[in-house]
């Protein structure tokens, strides 16, 4: 959608008048303009979300309800502090949240102090995982004991094939392998709520703790693993560290746990792939496939 920044900028200022909501004429500013969203800051502690597509107008208005339905956690979730309808200027609509505060982890921030970060990390994701709360359940898509499968973590055919099709030799050997792996364990797995996309863009910290974790967008139930394989970004030494923390509070066996993983890792960056293929960006879809190249080559390596 071809939302014009001035004038997205103009529309929310003047819809956040017709709402109560305590504003009093903060400067609304650009702060992020991406492919499906534009982010935009009211005052210092406002953000607004504004959907360019479709797609993305769908997806905003899952994660204002699942961030509605969340229980208390040990970390930090924006909160959702209201909507603005469909106008001609913003036709998907646009979510308040309230900015938390805090720094985006990096590296150093992990490894300072490894243990805190993996206890509070693990700490996070197993409070969340065994959430049974059923209005939660029924936003994630699970509707009494029926769990299915979500897209996001199924093997489509398409994805698989044009992976395959651009590798070669042992590493078309190994995706096979692991796309085989794959399909046998996503039939077993537990489906449990999971945040989807946690990896370190996506969480905060604040006086060198773990403070927050943002982006809610592909929370649905999925296999526990999905919440583990973004932490490998941060090197296997921490990514293990927290495998074995999670594994340990949860009575999970490590090497199995591990294994998993790996397996989520590689889905993972598939979506790479997926995206590129449906937006016909060949230059995303070669960076797509050298990270699958990376985490074909970790699904190989033996915990350590």
Excluded: I
């Excluded at 017709?18 to 969203?37: A, I, M, Q, R, Y």
């Amino acid at each position: 959608m071809p939302l014009d920044p001035e004038a997205t900028r103009e529309a929310v200022a003047s819809s956040l008048e017709d709402l109560p909501f305590p504003w009093s004429g903060d400067p609304v500013e650009t702060v992020g303009w991406g492919f499906s969203n534009v982010v935009l800051r009211v005052g210092a502690d406002v953000l607004v979300r504004v959907p360019r597509t479709p797609e993305a107008g769908d997806r905003s208005r899952h994660t204002a309800e699942v961030l509605r339905r969340l229980p208390p956690l040990p970390l930090a979730v924006p909160e959702v502090l209201g909507t603005l309808p469909a106008v001609p200027r913003l036709p998907f609509g646009a979510v308040l949240l309230r900015r938390l505060p805090g720094a985006v982890v990096d590296d150093d921030v992990a490894r300072a102090d490894r243990e805190a970060f993996t206890g509070d990390l693990t700490a996070f994701v197993s409070v969340l995982h065994e959430c049974g709360d059923e209005p939660l359940l029924g936003v994630l898509g699970a509707h009494g004991a029926g769990r299915t499968v979500h897209a996001l973590d199924a093997l489509d055919a398409g994805t698989a094939a044009a992976a395959a099709d651009r590798l070669a030799g042992r590493e078309r050997q190994v995706f096979e392998r692991w796309a085989t792996a794959y399909r046998w364990w996503l039939a077993g797995a537990e489906l449990v709520p999971v945040h989807g996309d946690l990896w370190p863009g996506n969480l905060l910290r604040a006086a060198g703790r773990l403070s927050g974790v943002l982006d809610w967008d592909e929370a649905r139930v999925g296999p526990r693993a999905v919440d583990l394989c973004g932490v490998w970004y941060l090197g296997r030494d921490v990514a293990e560290e927290m495998v074995r923390a999670y594994a340990a509070r949860n009575s999970c066996d490590y090497e199995v746990l591990h294994g998993e993983t790996r397996l989520a890792a590689v889905r993972r960056e598939l979506r790479g792939v997926t995206w590129s293929l449906r937006h016909d960006d060949s230059g995303e879809l070669e960076e797509s496939l050298d990270k699958v190249r990376r985490s074909l080559h970790e699904f190989l390596l033996p915990p350590a």
